[in-house]
């Protein structure tokens, strides 16, 4: 068995990183695209490699050659690489393609190593690997039968994004049997060259001989191996953290701070959302509604407060919609001035925003970073602040004060003259559920300012929804001036639109996370490394008691599972802590299921 790699192409989309390399020379982690496919193929006792190259000609057989690969490597030159495509490459080294069993390769390519091994090692002798399409994919499409036959391939025209669940994406990894080529392949790639051209792609080819009663070739469905093709540097970027070695995969994903569609067979448990809201229904009515909402500018922020209002049941003037809750802690506390108490391990998005030198932090010390309303107050009453700040419930920690005990702190900060911001974001999601966006609380306490994002409980963080209410109106008018006026999209305010209608949908939505919580509590307490502390959030704060650190934990959940989680312990002063995030059912028993096994 031979390989042949198609490497002449000028990869102009990588911009200055090609200006005076190849494609394939662009290093990933340090390692050139092409030194680490030549040593994957130089494990597999291969007769030879063949490189079509063209671009950058000299420089890369220079490169190669200074390589230590011990398998013999013929070039094949396309000295017209800037007039052609893939389709003239691969016809310039038919001769070997007839001459041997190939495993045929484009060289933008970057898989691990048991993608090429699951292709040879099947006895199939004609294959093309494919994997389930996905919305960052490009390039050429097929469609299956039960035997994994190839019953079409999909021109760009032709695609249907309804039928994507039934769509495979070509990995541009083939392996042909010498009397495939020779008697199938060859002689329609010289003919369809002949006929069409030589600026198209090979796969043109499989598909015209896809439509022969007995084509001969089938595909090869991958799972969940990793594999990645790099032709602009967002994609450069993305498999940097897929095939980052050790740790390094979990902090380059995880310092992307969301974006994970991109990696679709991740399972999330690092940000926190209702896992039952939206329902069908709400998506619906979007859905029907995106081309108007996509074409048109939506209304100013006048209008969106009054929405806001609506769904609040607090006065317009009370109100400011924010692009996410993030535009208005940052509005929020530009407006603050002198010391700022802060409760900690916290959310830090607050404490991001001021000067470390404005911090009075009340460090929580007990083992379930638990605390009273009296402790804040202890703690504070001889302390030297202006403002302080209360997420409730906490996180990471979980930690809930009752609504009474809320008020109580909100009639001592009146006292004492303390500007008081109370985040309640996850406050749906405690038993009691009790708010402080009502107009009487708002109204009777003057240095209170109440933050709520609506990504968390009510499951749309893509929209960016937030907002901030205060009795306070020199504040209320401050961040309204503050924020952009078109601050959120026409997705947003029509989510804020139709609401209303779904209220009920939500709170039984809500009932159903609480049932769920419960249970998965349960099931994470029979984890025996873990001690889990209670919680009125949708995340649970666990302990890991023995076997493994936060970090490795989380990097072999990575590795082995795609499940992404949280290591908390730079939070919680190097103590050995993660949070889970409160997923379905189905989601939170594979959960349970990877931290039993291991």
């Known amino acids: 068995m031979q390989a042949i790699i198609l490497a002449a192409g000028m990869g102009k989309r990588l911009g200055d990183l090609t200006k005076d390399n190849t494609k394939c020379m662009v290093k990933v982690n340090g390692v050139t695209l092409i030194e680490r496919l030549l040593n994957q193929l130089d494990l597999l006792n291969l007769h030879k490699i063949v490189m079509v190259v063209g671009y950058k000609a000299e420089e890369l057989k220079s490169y190669i050659s200074s390589l230590n690969v011990q398998t013999p490597i013929e070039f094949v030159e396309n000295k017209v690489y800037d007039q052609t495509n893939n389709i003239y490459s691969l016809y310039l080294a038919k001769q070997q393609l007839i001459a041997d069993d190939t495993l045929l390769f484009e060289s933008d ?70 009397e495939f080529s020779a008697n199938l392949y060859v002689p329609f790639l010289e003919a369809y060259c002949a006929a069409l051209g030589k600026n198209e792609y090979y796969e043109q080819v499989l598909r015209v001989i896809t439509l022969l009663d007995k084509p001969g070739i089938k595909a090869l469905p991958l799972q969940d191996e990793h594999w990645y093709e790099i032709d602009d540097v967002q994609d450069l970027d993305i498999a940097e953290s897929i095939f980052s070695a050790n740790n390094n995969a979990l902090k380059k994903i995880s310092s992307r701070f969301g974006g994970y569609w991109r990696y679709p067979n991740i399972l999330d448990y690092c940000y926190l959302v209702n896992p039952y809201f939206p329902n069908e229904r709400l998506m619906a009515e979007i859905k029907a509604n995106f081309d108007r909402l996509l074409c048109e500018y939506p209304s100013g922020l006048r209008v969106n407060n009054l929405l806001a209002s609506k769904d609040f049941g607090v006065s317009q003037d009370y109100i400011c919609v924010g692009n996410g809750a993030a535009e208005l802690i940052k509005s929020v506390t530009e407006w603050m001035k002198g010391k700022v108490g802060v409760i900690r391990p916290t959310f830090e998005e607050y404490p991001n925003r001021l000067r470390e030198e404005d911090l009075v932090v009340y460090r929580v010390q007990n083992a379930d970073y638990h605390y009273s309303a009296q402790d804040i107050i202890d703690f504070y009453s001889d302390k030297d602040i202006q403002n302080l700040i209360l997420i409730n419930p906490d996180n990471p920690s979980g930690n809930y004060i009752a609504h009474k005990d809320v008020l109580m702190l909100c009639d001592w900060c009146e006292q004492k003259g303390i500007f008081f911001i109370v985040d309640e974001s996850f406050v749906d999601f405690s038993e009691e559920g009790a708010t402080l966006l009502r107009n009487d609380i708002l109204e009777k306490y003057a240095h209170l300012a109440v933050v709520k994002s609506i990504s968390k409980s009510y499951g749309v963080p893509g929209l960016r929804l937030g907002i901030l209410a205060s009795g306070n109106r020199e504040l209320i008018r401050w961040i309204c001036k503050d924020v952009a006026i078109w601050n959120i999209n026409s997705f947003a305010e029509f989510y804020l639109q139709i609401y209303g209608k779904y209220q ?95």
């Open 504 to 598: 009920k949908d939500y709170e039984q939505a809500c009932e159903d996370f609480k049932r769920e919580r419960s249970r998965f509590a349960k099931a994470l307490s029979e984890v025996p490394y873990l001690r889990v502390i209670p919680t009125q959030a949708n995340y649970f704060l666990c302990e890991v008691t023995d076997k493994y650190t936060p970090e490795v934990l989380a990097a072999i959940l990575l590795k082995h599972y795609n499940i992404l989680i949280k290591d908390c312990s730079s939070k919680t002063d190097g103590k050995p802590y993660i949070r889970l995030a409160v997923r379905n059912t189905d989601d939170n028993n594979t959960l349970i299921n990877a931290l039993k096994e291991l």
């Open 109 to 178: 390519l970057i898989v691990e190593d048991s993608v090429i091994r699951k292709l040879v090692d099947n006895p199939y002798p004609d294959l093309a690997l494919v994997a389930k399409f996905e919305s960052w994919m490009d390039g050429t499409v097929v469609t299956l039968d039960d035997d994994n036959n190839i019953l079409r391939f999909i021109p760009t025209k032709s695609f249907k994004f309804e039928e994507i669940p039934s769509y495979y994406k070509t990995v541009n990894i083939y392996k042909f049997s010498k």
